[in-house]
């Protein structure tokens, strides 16, 4: 394919720059409860999926065990979270804390603040709309992967 005939601007940058824009408008948001997006990520996913192995949570992140597991340790170090072994000792689990809970509930009024926030700016119709289109814009790019890479999944890369 001829460079000159592909389309711009590149997508995964595209997508890249606008997450790390709204990385940092929420990351400030959540800074008076102490906690980053990327850990309320984490912290919501243990919560919706209590008791259940990590590899589950790590799933529903679309994100690699390796990451999961880095900040899960700096959630347990903070005492957010208590990590346990299942009793096969092949998979492990995480509980959010009592102190966790607190915490948790400070970023998720911190995050609706500026959920809203921007959302409303977006448009609240707009967002619902580039919802599906993103969602759409993964579908596109795991059918593109599935038929250059056979053996490629998204949900475990």
């Known amino acids: 394919m001829e460079i000159d005939t592909v389309p711009r601007p590149c997508v995964c940058t595209s ?11 929420y990351d400030a948001s959540l800074k008076p409860s102490g906690m980053n997006i990327t850990q309320l990520a984490v912290m919501r996913a243990v919560r919706r999926h209590p008791g259940e192995p990590l590899s589950h949570v790590a799933e529903n992140l679309m994100m690699d065990r390796t990451s999961l597991y880095r900040e899960l340790a700096s959630l347990q170090r903070r005492k957010w979270v208590s990590l346990k072994d299942e009793g096969d000792g092949r998979s492990r689990n995480a509980i959010i804390t009592e102190r966790g809970s607190a915490v948790l509930a400070k970023a998720d009024s911190d995050w609706a603040n500026i959920q809203s926030a921007i959302v409303d700016r977006f448009g609240r119709t707009a967002w619902k709309a580039f919802v599906a289109e993103l969602q759409r814009l993964i579908e596109c790019s795991d059918a593109v992967m599935a038929s250059t890479l056979p053996i490629f999944d998204s949900r475990r890369s």
């Not at 997508?15 to 408008?25: F, N």
């Open 15 to 25: 997508v890249r720059r606008a997450a790390r824009v709204l990385t940092r408008a």
